[in-house]
């Protein structure tokens, strides 16, 4: 067997692996994708699921999902997409009552017992009661790569005593026939070409 040879195989076997963990939500860059608006108008001032149509043409690529809107008050809210079973977090406003940063992990508790109906949020009083505004707020769900899903769920996280307002949902998508090809591919085109 020739030394080049080897050699790629080799460094296929090494970083096939890992290539592929990264590739599972994230790993291109399209160069041509679409964009649609779903205008909500929603007030929540309670915890809830809410599930929305997005209407992507068959065979689509979701590739991010972003929110507007406004926290008015001085409690927790947070809105975690799911995505079989994972928690992509898409906008969080975490203050606690004694004004420190409330770390994710426990924020992330209180959403696992609220969707098991456990869930007892501590209210108390905040340093915070006023309003912020987010426009295009994604934090887990900027980069995404997720084949044919026509509908999301999110679930908002909202304390006692605090009002979130969603203006408008906003996400983008690429139809798959147009999705250009993965960095993957790119990087062992490459590798190939070496050795031909």
């Not at 080897?6 to 964009?35: C, D, M, Q, R, W």
């Not at 649609?36 to 929540?44: M, Q, T």
């Not at 997409?81 to 906008?91: A, P, Q, R």
């Amino acid at each position: 067997m020739p030394r080049r040879t080897l050699i790629l195989i080799v460094l296929i076997l090494l970083l096939a692996p890992s290539a592929a963990a990264f590739t599972k939500i994230t790993g291109f860059v399209p160069g041509k994708f679409n964009e649609k608006r779903l205008n909500l108008n929603l007030v929540l001032d309670k915890s809830q699921m809410q599930t929305f149509d997005l209407a992507l043409p068959e065979g689509s690529e979701l590739i991010s999902v972003k929110l507007c809107g406004k926290v008015i008050g001085p409690g927790r809210a947070m809105a975690v997409m799911d995505y079989n079973g994972t928690g992509l977090e898409i906008f969080s406003y975490n203050e606690r009552k004694d004004g420190i940063a409330e770390t994710i992990t426990d924020m992330f508790a209180d959403v696992e017992n609220a969707l098991t109906g456990s869930a007892v949020l501590d209210t108390g009083s905040t340093n915070n009661t006023g309003e912020i505004s987010f426009t295009s707020e994604c934090i887990d769900t900027c980069y995404l790569k997720i084949d044919d899903m026509d509908k999301i769920d999110i679930f908002f996280l909202v304390d006692e005593g605090t009002t979130v307002e969603i203006e408008h949902l906003e996400y983008h998508y690429v139809p798959l026939s147009e999705r250009g090809p993965s960095w993957i591919s790119m990087f062992f085109s490459k590798i190939l070409n070496i050795f031909r």
